[in-house]
C-alpha cells in the first residue's frame, strides 16, 4: 500500500504529461500492469507519441540539463479522461540515439507508442502546477508560456520557471493543473521505439 | 506570375520529400512560403550558381523547377544541394533527372561537421540555408551552417539565411544577432531582410516563424583551402546545450522511392474469412 503523500513542492524544472486510460486500457490497470514491470526489470518504459518532448533531442538534453543542478529528473502527471485510439501495436525494440537499436527487455511491455521516457516508481503526489509560472525548456518553442503551450494538441512539456509569475487579466481553472502522480527519470531518461 | 501553374510545380517538389526526421529537427515549411522564398532566391540569383547547405524543405528544387517552367523571374545557373540525409540528396537527383533539370539541380551527401569538399571552395555565387535554429545552444547550430556557405562561395557573394524569428521568442532575437555579428565579421552586410517571413509544419508551436536574411558582401581576401572539420566543443552542441552530433549520415533504404518502402504491409486477401 502506497501512503499518499501530503503537498509536493514542485521542482524549478521538470517534465509534464497528461497521462489517462490508453490503447483501450483503462487506467488503474496500466498503472498495476507498470508496477510490475518495476518489480520485474528495475524501470517503466512509460509511452507517449507526438512531436514535443522528443526522447534524443528534447528530453535527454532536458534531463542532462536538470540533473546540473539538482539531484533528480521529476515527471508530473496530469490524470485526464482520455479517448486515446485502441492501437495495441507492441514494441519490440527501443534506442537511446536512434542508431543502436536493442530488443525491449522482457517484462516491458509498451504498446501504441513511438517514444518512451524511462522511470522509476510512479507515486501518488498532490501536486499544483501554475502554468502562469512556467515556460517550455528546450526545442523550437523555447520560452513559450506554459498556459499556451498546453491548448490544443499538446500534452506534455519540459518546463522551466519563468523569472517572473505571468498576469492573466482573466485567469481560468485550465491554467492551475491538478497533478495527481510523479515519478523520477531513470538513466536513459527517454528512447525510441519501433 | 500563373498561380495555378506555380502551385503545380510546387505540388510536384512536395509529393517528392522524404518525410522529414524530428530528431535533427527537419520540420518542413509550409506550401505558400515556399512558393515567395523561391521566388525571392531565384530573383536575386539571376545567372549565378547557389550551394545549398542542407535543404530538407527542397527550396532548390522549387527554385529550379518553377524557373525551369519559366513560372517565376530570375534564373539561376545552377543549384548544388549538399544535405547528410541521402534521402533528400536521392530525392533531387531523381527529380532533377525526371524532369530534364540534371544539368541545373544536383545534390551531394556532406555533413557540416565534416570540412567543406575542396571542389565547392570559394566556387559559388551563393549560398542559402536554414539550419537547426540554435534555439538552446546560442545560434552555434547556425554558426556551423553558415560558415560552410560562406567557404563555399567567391568573394563577391550573396547569402541567404534561413532563421527562427518570431517577437514571442526571445531566442530567435539572440541567434539572430549573433548571425548578423558572424555574416558582418565575414565581410558581409545585410542587404534585406524579410522579418517572420515562413510557417513550418510544427504542431506544437505553428505560430513560429523564421525570416529570411539576405546578406552581401562585394569583395573578400583570396584564401587557399582550409576547411576543417568543426571543433570537439562545437559537435558537443551541434544540436543543442546537451545534445551532440551523433549521426554521420542518414541513409536511404528506398534508393530514392526505387525500392518499396519498409514501413507497411500488405495483408492478402482471403475468400473464405
Not at chain 1, 72 to 96: G, K, R, W
Not at chain 2, 148 to 166: L, N, Q, S
Not at chain 2, 226 to 240: I, N
Amino acid at each position: 500500500m502506497i501512503e499518499v503523500p501530503s503537498k509536493i513542492e514542485l521542482p524549478s524544472k521538470f517534465l509534464f504529461m497528461k497521462v489517462g486510460d490508453h490503447a483501450a486500457e483503462p487506467w488503474e490497470q496500466i498503472l498495476a500492469r507498470k508496477r510490475r514491470e518495476l518489480d520485474e526489470t528495475g524501470r517503466i518504459f512509460w509511452g507517449y507519441g507526438g512531436n514535443a518532448c522528443h526522447p534524443i533531442n528534447q528530453v535527454q538534453p532536458f534531463a542532462k540539463l536538470v540533473l546540473k543542478e539538482m539531484n533528480d529528473v521529476v515527471l508530473v502527471m496530469e490524470f485526464i479522461h482520455s479517448n486515446a485510439d485502441p492501437d495495441i501495436v507492441p514494441a519490440t525494440e527501443y534506442s537511446t540515439d536512434g542508431v543502436i537499436w536493442e530488443p525491449i527487455p522482457k517484462g516491458i511491455k509498451v504498446t501504441g507508442s513511438r517514444y518512451a521516457l524511462v522511470l522509476d516508481e510512479i507515486q501518488p503526489g498532490d501536486l499544483e502546477v501554475n502554468l502562469n509560472w512556467y515556460e517550455v525548456a528546450v526545442g523550437p518553442s523555447a520560452g513559450k508560456p506554459a498556459e499556451a503551450y498546453l491548448q490544443g494538441r499538446t500534452d506534455k512539456a519540459c518546463f522551466v520557471k519563468s523569472r517572473e509569475e505571468r498576469i492573466i487579466e482573466t485567469p481560468s481553472e485550465n491554467h492551475t493543473r491538478k497533478a495527481n502522480f510523479f515519478a523520477k527519470l531513470k538513466d536513459p531518461y527517454a528512447v525510441v521505439l519501433r | 506570375m500563373d498561380f495555378r501553374s506555380c502551385l503545380y510545380g510546387l505540388s510536384d517538389v512536395i509529393i517528392n520529400r522524404p518525410t522529414p526526421l524530428r530528431v535533427f529537427d527537419q520540420i518542413y515549411m509550409k506550401l505558400p512560403d515556399m512558393l515567395l522564398q523561391a521566388e525571392l532566391t531565384a530573383r536575386w540569383c539571376d545567372g549565378k550558381t547557389v550551394l545549398f547547405i542542407g535543404d530538407g524543405d527542397a527550396i532548390a528544387l522549387a527554385m529550379t523547377h518553377l524557373s525551369n517552367q519559366k513560372q517565376i523571374k530570375g534564373q539561376p545557373k545552377h543549384a548544388t544541394v549538399l544535405d547528410f540525409d541521402e534521402r533528400i540528396v536521392n530525392s533531387v537527383n531523381h527529380f532533377a533527372s525526371n524532369f530534364g533539370m540534371t544539368d541545373k539541380i544536383h545534390a551531394e551527401l556532406y555533413n557540416v561537421a565534416d570540412p567543406l569538399p575542396e571542389i565547392h571552395w570559394r566556387r559559388h555565387d551563393a549560398f542559402y540555408t536554414n539550419p537547426p535554429w540554435g534555439a538552446s545552444n546560442d545560434g552555434e547550430s547556425v554558426c556551423a551552417f553558415v560558415e560552410r556557405g560562406i567557404e563555399g562561395v567567391k568573394p563577391a557573394a550573396i547569402g541567404f539565411i534561413i532563421i527562427g524569428d518570431h517577437s514571442d521568442f526571445p531566442w530567435t532575437h539572440e541567434v539572430l544577432r549573433t548571425t548578423q555579428k558572424l555574416t558582418i565579421d565575414k565581410g558581409f552586410c545585410v542587404a534585406e531582410m524579410l522579418h517572420e517571413f515562413h510557417r513550418y509544419h510544427l504542431d506544437d508551436s505553428p505560430e513560429l516563424t523564421s525570416c529570411c536574411l539576405v546578406v552581401k558582401r562585394r569583395d573578400a581576401q583570396t584564401l587557399t583551402y582550409d576547411s576543417k572539420t568543426l571543433e570537439k566543443d562545437r559537435l558537443e552542441r551541434f544540436y543543442g546545450a546537451n545534445h551532440p552530433l551523433k549521426v554521420h549520415y542518414v541513409r536511404d533504404l528506398t534508393n530514392g522511392g526505387k525500392l518499396e518502402s519498409r514501413d507497411y504491409r500488405m495483408d492478402p486477401w482471403n475468400q473464405e474469412s
